[in-house]
């Protein structure tokens, strides 16, 4: 099971919105309403922002959305803001057995 | 409040073995899917092993099937990761998780393994 693809790093200014995506299969990403979305700064553990590819956990703010389209899923960050700067990964769903598969990361990065 | 507390990790030669233990509370641990998932170092996460309420059911990513397993004690609330074999390329910390949704609601703060 290969990593979903994400870029590398995206970066905007405060206030700006940026959008990550995260490129999967038709097997996994594609076929399955089980995408996830984890924020992580250095040294910590990472913190689920977006589960089943849209829904906010309580305490989320607003400002985290999720969306999928076909075999890619996006975590769109807007009113950017300087807290937001860290790493964050996807992760779905990938059928079999029971098996999940993360996405290679993105830094952000709040110019 | 859900509180994951990961140790067991160190320094282990190449071919050794050692055991991850994760001690869970504030929630019905019994019936929660539970997860390992590593993170070698300046790498990505990887999702590694889940375990079912009961532990009869149990998966595995297939670069750690055959020398890792999992399993879990529901009356001491703990969540175990047997790792054998052990290669350098398995050095990461290890993470334990709950799974709510399909997801990885609660973490722990991860133990690092050096192989």
């Known amino acids: 099971q290969s990593a979903l693809t994400q870029p590398a790093s995206v970066s905007g200014s405060p206030g700006q919105s940026i959008t990550i995506s995260c490129t999967g299969t038709s097997s996994d990403v594609g076929f399955y309403n089980y995408v996830s979305w984890y924020q992580q700064y250095p040294g910590k553990a990472p913190k689920l922002m977006i589960y089943g590819v849209s829904k906010r956990p309580s305490g989320i703010s607003n400002r985290f959305s999720g969306s999928k389209s076909g075999n890619t899923a996006s975590l769109t960050i807007s009113g950017l803001q300087a807290e937001d700067e860290a790493d964050y990964y996807c992760?779905?769903?990938?059928?079999?057995?029971?098996?999940?598969?993360f996405g290679t990361g993105t830094k952000v990065t709040v110019l | 409040e859900v509180q994951l507390v990961e140790s067991g990790g160190g320094l282990v030669q190449p071919g050794g073995s050692l055991r991850l233990s994760c001690a869970a509370s504030g929630f019905t641990f019994s019936t929660s899917w539970m997860v390992w998932v590593r993170q070698a170092p300046g790498k990505g996460l990887e999702w590694l092993a889940n375990i079912g309420p009961g532990g009869s059911v149990t998966n595995f990513v297939d670069s750690v099937w055959g020398r890792f397993s999992i399993s879990r004690d529901d009356a001491e609330n703990s969540l175990y990761l047997q790792m054998d074999s052990l290669r350098v390329e398995d050095t990461a910390i290890y993470y334990c998780?709950?799974?709510?949704?399909?997801?990885?609601?609660?973490w722990g703060q991860g133990t690092l393994v050096t192989v």
């Open positions: 992760c779905s769903y990938a059928g079999g057995q029971l098996h999940f598969v």
């Open positions: 998780g709950r799974d709510v949704d399909w997801s990885t609601a609660y």
